[in-house]
């Protein structure tokens, strides 16, 4: 063979040497991403609460460290098991989270779940092998502290706390080597009915998902253990922030949920539908049906709904069910409202539309957000004043004043509207300022229409704004996306004396919006009372009644003295006519867990009173009395159950973290973690060093572990 021209080995050996530099510079780049991944791993590793508050939760994600530090160990597995029965308006569920331990070492888990805002948790077990342990309602610290002794005892234990009212914290130690600890919770809550052209409609929803939150003010870190604890607006931020998967890194489903519905609607029912997950559904009765998820289980990223619309002829006007009790009954009462041929023209209107564009309404929720906001516009009378105002990390009104509803100014403001896009923070508090005047007005209704997904840590902060600044204005909350905040909505929307209503997906904005709609505009019944027979005393939440619209019920649980006749009437105005209705306590249906139900709203009633400056100890006393009798979870009380035989040996290390849940169906991570909060380092830094952690993760397979921060 003849030799290769020098000029062309020369030329050769130039590339190979080019290749040899270029591979070194590859793998002294990859080490030093190997390095700083790892250290950003470090960085954002457990982050434990005080040690005062016993739902604080470590930062992590399949892997974490060890407590005290140590080598990354495995969190426990879970799976959800939901049973959920259905007698007219109330439900009965039963969630099962059983704890399995993929490793050959003992394991304590903590996982941050949601709950609907209104369920009274008023049961909870453990079952280890073959044996059953019922669980205690106890003080919370006592709980906690039941809690811990059994932990260092070697016991099989869990507890059961509120973080809020919609968000709940179980924690289970002492999982043994290949093990599994099951958790039974218990809880019932009334459910949401409305009436759309003369049909009755009953909306049930499981969430599942709890979603980042937006966590406003200055990082406040434990002096001892160095631990980022909260903010000085959300003390308890670490609490309500579990670690959190990205799509990417989900893999096959985690944190599965089955879940079984059976429905009994005590009438005909005309059908059901589940607009966010395929179910099958079994007819057994005509009022009476058995739902199952299609695939028979779901990722925990979004929340299951259930709707079902009653046979037209069946739609009921009022409901009243009371339980007997030993020294008051308890009754339940769902009155709904005048045809709209009963009422009279209605009132010209105010409208001002606040519409969230903070980074977690990235996607899909924007886009519903949007299309929702401008078919409110296209919808309003040329007698009808209004103004749009958008907040993010600030917040600014697209007009200084309300204005006339003409074409021309609607027409501007879709405009407007379309061409907002979501980035930053969630400062509601800069939105609700421009929007409540605190004002009266008597020749127009003033009515506060406010899209957003409620992604917040300082709901209390914000309640206590909205009363002390409403006024006569009503505020009622829209919820976009695959699950928001509902506790912030509801109960933003009560404090506002409005109502809530939630669209899931872009399809239902449509249809949701125009039943909103139609209730807005109509005439508003006003000066809502209820009385009680005579000489029967009586102690009602809601207190005082909302303002009644056309198809949307109102529902009231109390306590009241044994009495066996008598009727409940309600009255309220509408314009010239005096609209009410009444029930004879004689006929009242049977119910069971009324007095769970009613106390479950006393309890926030009590804890709404903060807001107003209420004494916190005097809160505290009326809370825990309600909260023991009926046992059920509170800020101020907690489930505990403690198997009796000590199951792992005093020289056997446990191993903590926790079980990280998934990012919500339809959210984007840019729009969540794109923009840390503000401390001593710069966000810019944290940015670098996550992205060139990004190669050891495609390398390794390590799930990368979110911060306490997010934000929007």
Known sequence: MTPAPLGFRDRAREVAELLARLLLMFITGLGVSLALGALVLMLAGPAEAASREDTAVQQGALLFRGVGGGEPVAAPLLHTDVTLRVSGPIVRAKVVQRFRNPAHDWREGTYVFPLPENAAVDRMRIQVADRVIEGEIQERAQARATYEKAKAEGKATALVSQARSNMFTTRVANIGPRDEIRVEIEYQHTLAYSVVEGVGRYSLRFPMVVAPRYIPGKVVVDEESGAVTGTDVVPDAAAILPPMMLPDEAGPIVNPVSLNVYLDAGVPIAAVDSPFHRIRVDTLKPSVRRIRLSEGRTPANRDFVLNWTLAASNAPHATLFVEPGKDRDHALLMLVPPTPSAVGKRLPREVVYIIDTSGSMEGASIIQAREALAMALERLDAEDRFNVIEFNSTASALYTAAQPASRSNVDYAVRWVQ?????????????????????????????????????????????????????????????????????????????????????????????????????????????????????????????????????????????????????????????????????????????????????????????????????????????????????????????????????????????????????????????????????????????????????AFFLTRTPRVRQLSIKG
């Open 419 to 695: 061409r907002l896009r979501a980035d930053g923070g969630t400062e509601m508090a800069g939105a609700l300022d421009l929007a409540l005047d605190g004002g009266r007005n008597v020749d127009r209704v003033r009515q506060i229409v406010f899209l957003t997904d409620g992604a917040v840590g300082n709901e209390a902060q914000l309640f206590g704004m909205i009363q002390q600044r409403l006024g006569d204005s009503r505020l009622f909350t829209v919820g976009i996306g695959s699950a928001p905040n509902s506790h912030f909505m509801r109960k933003a929307a009560q404090a506002g004396r409005g109502t809530f209503t939630y669209i899931g997906k872009v399809e239902e904005v449509r249809a949701r919006m125009s039943e909103l709609f139609a209730k807005l505009e109509s005439p508003v019944v006003k000066g809502l009372t209820i009385t009680w027979p005579s000489g029967a005393r009586a102690d009602a939440s809601p207190d005082p009644l909302p303002d009644l619209y056309l198809g949307e019920p109102v529902v009231v649980a109390a306590a009241i003295d044994r009495t066996v006749g008598g009727e409940v009437r309600l009255s309220g105005d509408s314009g010239d006519i005096r609209w009410t209705s009444s029930l004879a306590l004689g006929d009242a249906n049977p119910g069971e867990g009324i007095g769970v139900l009613w106390a479950r709203q006393k309890i926030e009633h009590w804890m709404d009173t903060l807001a107003d400056g209420a004494n916190e100890d005097a809160v505290r006393a009326q809370v825990l009395a309600l909260a023991l009798e009926f046992k059920l979870v509170s800020k101020f009380t907690s489930f505990v159950a403690v198997d009796k035989t000590p199951a792992r040996s005093a020289d056997a290390r446990l191993k903590s973290g926790a079980v990280p849940g998934l990012l919500p169906a339809g959210w984007t991570p840019s729009g969540v973690y794109g923009e840390l909060p503000q401390g001593a380092t710069d966000a810019r830094w944290h940015l670098l060093l996550g992205l060139l952690a990004l190669v």
